[in-house]
């Protein structure tokens, strides 16, 4: 099986090395394909105002100066030979769960993925926050490989893709996993306004809300219990019940 990573946390990032790991219990023609700098936050963007370069690292290793989106597409139309079997996006540096999948290019590499029709896989690990991050690593590396095998094992419809969540405990701790659907949060991005030496202001996007609370069977509900969180996702937007109240009106 030919598996494909990429991520939003960048080539170099520490949730890289714990993706490899990861991918090479599963198989052993793994390619790396990733951002060359922290592409946290871009979505599904893709570059189109400016070149791209594209960074050789080692055999199968590449960085792209563009986003994940950019990257899987690159690697599938340009540097590889064959199509990978599966893309396996992250492991990101932090959860991807409620409405903040939406932001997330950990999530996009995974749906860029199944815009070209191969399974893929977005994986996440919560971690710690006591003045510095402190991430988990170990587990999503432990629990992931077993998680996706049964994922492979599901006859989904291609235009599903897999969001995982690991919860921020120790491997051990892990209660299992749960089916779990896309929370909601209160809006909660808030701009913070600094000054730089020269007394000139600038600007930094921060996170400053709690999710809503009773939310039973949701991805925010799973990781606060220390379950795995495993969520299926499409691409399509439509909605259905709106479309129905629309063909009750008079056009």
Same mark, same amino acid.
């Given at each position: 099986?030919?598996?494909?990573?990429?991520?939003?946390?960048?080539?170099?990032?520490d949730g890289?090395?714990?993706?490899?790991?990861?991918?090479?219990? /599963?198989?052993?023609?793994?390619?790396?394909?990733?951002?060359?700098?922290?592409?946290?936050?871009?979505?599904?963007?893709?570059?189109?105002?400016?070149?791209?370069?594209?960074?050789?690292?080692?055999?199968?290793?590449?960085?792209?100066?563009?986003?994940?989106?950019?990257?899987?597409?690159?690697?599938?139309?340009?540097?590889?030979?064959?199509?990978?079997?599966?893309?396996?996006?992250?492991?990101?540096?932090?959860?991807?769960?409620?409405?903040?999948?939406?932001?997330?290019?950990?999530?996009?590499?995974?749906?860029?993925?199944?815009?070209?029709?191969?399974?893929?896989?977005?994986?996440?690990?919560?971690?710690f926050y006591?003045?510095?991050?402190d991430v988990?690593?170990?587990?999503?590396?432990?629990?992931?490989?077993?998680?996706?095998?049964?994922? /492979?094992?599901?006859?989904?419809?291609?235009?599903?893709?897999?969001?995982?969540?690991?919860?921020?405990?120790?491997?051990?701790?892990?209660?299992?996993?749960?089916?779990?659907?896309?929370?909601?949060?209160?809006?909660?991005?808030?701009?913070?306004?600094?000054?730089?030496?020269?007394?000139?202001?600038?600007?930094?996007?921060?996170?400053?809300?709690?999710?809503?609370?009773?939310?039973?069977?949701?991805?925010?509900?799973?990781?606060?219990?220390?379950?795995?969180?495993?969520?299926?996702?499409?691409?399509?937007?439509?909605?259905?019940?709106?479309?129905?109240?629309?063909?009750?009106?008079?056009?």
């Open positions: 099986m030919r598996i494909l990573l990429t991520n939003d946390d960048g080539f170099f990032d890289m090395e714990a993706m490899i790991k990861i991918a090479q219990v /599963l198989s052993d023609d793994v390619w790396v394909v990733a951002p060359q700098e922290d592409q946290s936050g871009m979505a599904h963007a893709i570059t189109m105002n400016h070149p791209m370069r594209v960074t050789k690292h080692d055999e199968k290793r590449y960085s792209v100066t563009g986003t994940p989106a950019d990257c899987v597409i690159m690697a599938v139309r340009e540097l590889m030979d064959e199509k990978p079997d599966l893309i396996l996006s992250g492991v990101n540096s932090g959860t991807n769960i409620g409405d903040y999948v939406n932001y997330s290019g950990t999530v996009a590499g995974a749906m860029e993925g199944m815009h070209l029709g191969i399974r893929s896989i977005a994986l996440s690990q919560a971690y006591g003045g510095k991050r988990p690593w170990d587990t999503a590396v432990q629990h992931a490989p077993d998680v996706i095998r049964k994922l /492979l094992t599901l006859d989904a419809p291609i235009s599903t893709y897999f969001n995982v969540n690991f919860p921020r405990c120790s491997a051990e701790s892990v209660t299992g996993v749960e089916i779990a659907t896309q929370g909601k949060f209160e809006h909660a991005l808030k701009m913070e306004k600094r000054h730089d030496g020269r007394g000139r202001p600038y600007y930094w996007v921060v996170f400053d809300g709690e999710p809503t609370e009773g939310q039973p069977g949701s991805d925010i509900a799973a990781i606060d219990n220390n379950k795995i969180a495993v969520t299926p996702l499409q691409m399509n937007l439509t909605d259905s019940k709106v479309v129905s109240m629309l063909n009750t009106l008079d056009w």
